[in-house]
């Protein structure tokens, strides 16, 4: 007799024993539990499933008394199916779980699995488009869309139409600060970075803009004010409050927050004690010290391999590359094309720096890419990926995979996207068709 049969028998016998004590009751009693569907053992899988891509999940439990039964299937709490035979085809990352309850005139039974996706995340790159975490396998050649779902049971990242998300990938977590005017759902969450497995989330405030991972247990969120985040318990206290202000880009360096406040209007760059920040209590407002670098539009700032950060001023007077030395002096090289500009409300299109080569690539406004090779200027003087017409604007920060270097850059023609990759020497690798789905973040775990 199936286990869950047996415990619905003892169960319902016990019931019906303290409901009446003549025979006639007690036969009654036990002739309906009879009646109840019973599965067959072995017809029911018990255990996780596993299935390849591409595979279809097909479950029949058979019954000792099929008569009159009726069948729900659901899917993650949804039901999907009313058929005696449950089949899924795994045609993306998936891990979800499976209800069956069968019910006839006498009662019903419910019985509980699992599947999941056999799936390999480390051959491909994941990015962020439409609001949630799509992968491509760079071996099969496959895009796979809305992994981020498939994985946790239908859960999203709460993104509306008009938000974007500000993404940290450190220590094997993918932090995500949803940027939206929303104050009552969550916007920051914590995901496995190899997984894509939700772990975390919270509400932590309004018009959010900014995210700086400080160490391994707090990290800055920005917007209207600055907000200290615990990255294990979640929780927040707003040390600085004061309405629209926001980081929004910032790097650790030698003992520092590098802060880029603007996102149009001429303003210096900041520099806060990571110390007074982790110490700060709550409306404690931490000191800001300029920097002699002025910038009129959301940058970034890198490490390089030389040990120092750099970052890029644009004001109305001039563009330059702007060397951060470790004892926060600067140096500054003309530049001869003014970089690629972000608005309040899109990502910022900002530099990317090599760990293993003094390398930075730098955007320029018109969509050409500029390879600078520290301490050569003059490697400045020309594109080393000249603008495409055809692939049109940059729409986001172009990202280096450290391990093979190759460049992978977001092109939008006329709302067609495209993932493009370059190889090391500037050559054109492959291409990625996003569609009408415009990829923020190009994010790798491996």
């Known amino acids: ?84 035979t449950f089949t899924y085809q795994v045609d993306n990352p998936c891990r979800a779980d499976l209800t069956c309850v069968i019910t006839n005139k006498y009662g019903k039974v419910e019985m509980n699995t699992s599947f999941r996706s056999n799936h390999d995340f480390s051959k491909g790159f994941f990015y962020l488009a439409d609001g949630t975490f799509n992968f491509y396998d760079t071996e099969k050649k ?107 880009n910032g790097l650790v360096f030698n003992g520092k927050v590098l802060s880029n406040e603007t996102y149009k209007d001429d303003a210096p760059v900041q520099s806060y004690d990571v110390n007074e920040l982790l110490a700060a209590k709550e409306g404690e407002e931490p000191t800001a010290t300029p920097l002699d670098i002025n910038q ?41 094309f003014q970089p690629a500009k972000s608005s309040y409300s899109t990502p910022t299109i900002g530099m990317v720096a090599s760990e293993s080569e003094n390398i930075i690539y730098i955007v320029s406004n018109d969509g050409a890419i500029y390879k600078y090779v520290i301490g050569e200027n ?28 190759e460049l992978y850059v977001v092109y939008n023609q006329k709302s067609k996207y495209t993932i493009t990759v370059y190889n090391k020497d500037g050559s054109l690798n492959y291409s990625v068709d996003c569609g009408s789905s415009s990829p923020s973040h190009v994010l790798f775990n491996n």
């Open 296 to 336: 009129n539009q959301k940058t970034n700032f890198v490490l390089a391999k030389d040990g120092n950060a750099y970052t890029l001023e644009a004001t109305s007077e001039g563009n330059y590359l702007v060397k951060i030395n470790k004892d926060f002096t600067v140096e500054k090289t003309l530049l001869a």
């Open 378 to 405: 003059n490697s400045l003087s020309q594109p080393f990926i000249a603008v495409d017409k055809l692939k049109s604007s940059i729409t986001a920060t172009p990202q280096l995979n450290q391990q093979t270097g």
């Open 142 to 248: 496959v895009t796979y869309k809305d992994c981020y779902s498939s994985l946790n049971a239908g859960k999203t990242l709460g993104m509306g139409s008009y938000d974007n998300a500000n993404i940290s990938n450190y220590n094997g977590k993918f932090y995500v600060l949803v940027k939206t005017s929303t104050s009552n759902k969550d916007q920051f969450f914590v995901v496995d970075a190899k997984t894509l497995y939700y772990e975390n989330s919270a509400i932590v405030g309004a018009n959010l803009n900014g995210l700086t991972i400080l160490n391994d247990q707090y990290a800055l969120v920005t917007g209207d004010g600055i907000h200290r985040i615990d990255l294990k318990s979640l929780s927040n206290i707003k040390i600085k409050d004061k309405y629209m202000f926001s980081i929004y």
């Open 1 to 84: 007799m199936n286990k869950l049969y047996t415990t619905l028998l003892i169960a319902c016998i016990a019931v019906g024993f303290t409901a009446c004590n003549d025979d006639n009751c007690d036969d009654l009693h036990l002739g309906n539990l009879a009646n109840y569907p019973n599965v067959l053992k072995g017809t029911f899988p018990t255990e996780d499933q596993v299935l390849e891509l591409g595979e279809t999940l097909e479950i029949t439990p058979e019954l000792l008394n099929p008569e009159d039964a009726t069948y729900s299937w659901l899917l993650n709490g949804k039901e999907i199916s009313t058929e005696q």
